[in-house]
């Protein structure tokens, strides 16, 4: 259950920080999420994981509604990137956004480590 | 690990990470920033609308505006109060082209580098020490303000900054996201800025440097025989001119007579000598004669030669292939304002179109009107010896902006004549109409609203650059053409060659400064408005123009030395000239016609060349089977086109290169197309013919032989011996580029049909220019237009209107316009958003 709860939080904070402040956003709700979770593994892990998934998540569902379709071939092209390659866009922003989140959790977790 | 190393191992990691991705790494925008699927590269731009209907306040209206968007992406924009208009196509225009505007505006502005970085800088460098900036500025600022076109400028700015004000950067164009910037608020004299863009494209031209060095070379009895001054062109676009124009406009005055029909090879060559440097690079020596000057075709019938006894009108501007195209396409009503048409991003009014009353659309005039000066700087550069004077000239220190480096230092030099420039430590001053005038703001506003032949010339007298042939049309069946702009009066002398500013016989009385937007910068001044080359309801019944030579022989004025080839002029009078009356739809076939009299002049020339001839190859007599064949039509699938296109292309270069190789190994400039077209058809044996490095004496035949036999050789090397796949359009295609040359944000290669001559031109071999427009108006009740823009609405890579007018386009088909007066009167089921702009 205290497992459940962390995940939840962990998922609230870093689609909100997300949402709201883009990368910053993600590093700050992975900070928070690593305190949650009392751990700087398990905060690296748990936060990086969760704003990945977030932006790819994101990510894909743009592209598959349509509008991003175009978007994504065009900046595809721009790397030479041809037909399924152009999905490592998506790839690389979840990358860019695990690291985000993930180095968060870390410093979260560690923080908390540190002041128990 | 201690306990700080915990914190701060992963705190400086985070930090730096953090740091990292949100800054610009060679070149890149930052990837924080991009690859955010929230507000970067796959967030759509505010003009990809999902929502069909919503709307907008702004307490800059004063009622409200309805837009709906058809399938095409056209608004059909219904104001309640007039004034309202210009701020919905500034809105819809900042929507759909914002980047395009941006880049004009920065483009003028010499701010291009600050966003692009240095390989901007010589182009911001060419549009600030030109002039270009300055005088667009000028223009503004002796705006009568009352005029209610500036009202309208003024409205139209807020409507661009009310769709700017209500962007986040998740919201920006995709290209804005690339290079890393935000809009730029809109300024009232950005649409200044447009036109003086425009004029760049379509009147910014000069052959004098070349001609310079040509004279330098070459015995005036040559220069005569092939870059002929005065001659006569078969297709005027005014024919009757003279039957309309009394006598007293010929020689109005005794100053008018150094301009009549003078000869400037009988003049001597400038007294100060010097090595000019061509002061532009867009084109080199060789092709200055037929340099890529943007043309035009628009022609139109009366009532008495329509078929349906209602006059037509036929317009394909032709410009440089971009995406997204110059063109938006737009639909406007208001009380005492109904208008369909283009507009150019920028600017409010439509350019080319039709309203309830008249139809009008533009070509362009192709005089000349920049002319060199050679003066004198004195060491400190600040004072120029003019005239046996010495003037101060105003000078400004400026630094341009540019991304990732130090800003630059320039210095913009203004004389009395216009901007100075140096090139090879030569230093010039420039006169181009471009940098005085400054009324067209106005212009189109007024056309618009014109009902008749006098208020449509009555707009135009504001026209000054780049000079245009508006064609017209109404609504009794009346048709005209007016040239319109400023034609500067001058020698001959003063057009061709490189004039010297303090050699007493080129002298020139003093005039005014250039920055008080006088009229009088060429000795002469100008042709006045009512004097311009113009018709009314000619006796032909047509009216006709395609960039060539205005006027029939005896004109007293001269303006310029090389227009473009008559032949497109000559095939429209050879269409509408027939004995049957004329339909929309021969409107439409005409122009999508893609005959060539060139080739029909021509190919003759290469069966007769080959008619006694004996033991040619099997490659060739099949070629010559193909040419024989061959309707002279430039189909992309034939392969007749290849053969006589390769061999044209060949015989141009393989006649001229061998007598105009100079010493230093540079190409001087070839004479114009025309020139070698005559010298084929009445002088088969012209000693210019003859390779002067060969000792045989050739003449035409022979040398036809020879180079087809090349040309054919050369096509099957690269296409092989099977000549069913040596198709036109195997080589011959369009390209249109993004403006960031964005690989795969363009369109092409496609195979295309025409050719330099046809009426659907479609020049070279890799086809950068040609229609950027097809628009063909019927004026009866009710009115009939068709229309088909290159590209589409959006200037959004990616949208769906970004390109989805272009197959339609490429196929030669065209869209039924809606002309709807009422919203109520526009098919629903075409409708596929509302936008509601209130006050």
Known sequence: ?116 | MNKTLKILLPAILLAGYLFVIHRPLAGLPPAAKFFDPLRGFLQPAAGFSSTPSHEMANAALKGSVKILLDRRGVPHVFAERAEDLPFAVGYLHARERLFQMELIVRSVKGRLAEVVGEAALPSDRFFLQNGFRDAAERAMQVADRAHPAYLALEKYTAGVNSFIAQLTPADYPLEFKLLNFAPSRWELHNSSYLLKYMARQLAWHSSELAFDRLRRAFAPKVLQELFPVEETCPAPIYPGLFREVPMAFRSPAPLWGNVIRQNIWQQNPPARGGDYARLESYFDDRNAADSPLLGSNNWAVGAAKSASGFSILASDPHLSHNLPNYWYEVDLHAPGVDVYGMTLPASPDVILGFNNDMAWGPTNCGWDVLDYYKIDLDSTGQWANIEGQKEQLQISAEEIPVKGKAPEEIKIRWSRIGPVVNRDNVDYAMRWTGHISGGEWRVFYDVNRAKNFSDFSSALKNYGTPAQNFVYIDRQGNVGMYSAGLMPIKTAALALGHSDANDPAQAWPGSPRADQMITDIWPEGFVPFEKLPHAFNPPEGFVESANQKPTPDHYPIFYNWNFEAPYRGMRINELLSADHKISLDDMKAAQLDVHSVVARLLTPVILEAFASSNGASSTITAALDSLRAWNFNFRAQLVAPAIYHTFYEMFKEGIWAKHFQAADGKTFMYPPRRVLLALVAEQPQSKWFDDPKTPPVENLQNRVREIFATSVSSLRDQYGKDMSAWQYGRYHQLQAAHPLRLPNWGFGPAPRDGEDFTLNVAGGKDVTHGPSQRLVVEMGNPIRAFIVNFGGQSGHPGSPHYQDQLDEWLAGKYFEVRFAARPEDLPKEEIEETITLKP
Request: charged share 5%; aromatic share 10%.
């Open chain 1, 1 to 116: 259950m205290r497992n459940a709860q962390q995940w939840l939080l962990a998922i609230l904070f870093i689609v909100l920080g997300g949402m709201l402040f883009g990368v910053a956003g993600l590093a700050l709700a992975g900070i928070i999420t690593g305190w949650f979770s009392n751990s700087r593994k398990r905060g690296f892990s748990m936060a990086g994981l969760v704003a990945a998934v977030f932006w790819g998540v994101v990510g894909v569902a743009k592209v598959l509604s349509g509008q991003s379709q175009p978007l994504l071939s065009l900046t595809a092209s721009l790397l030479k990137f041809t037909g399924l390659q152009a999905w490592l866009l998506i790839l690389g922003s979840a990358l860019l956004a695990f690291l985000a989140g993930g180095l968060g959790g870390w410093l979260g977790g560690s923080l908390r480590q540190v002041k128990n």
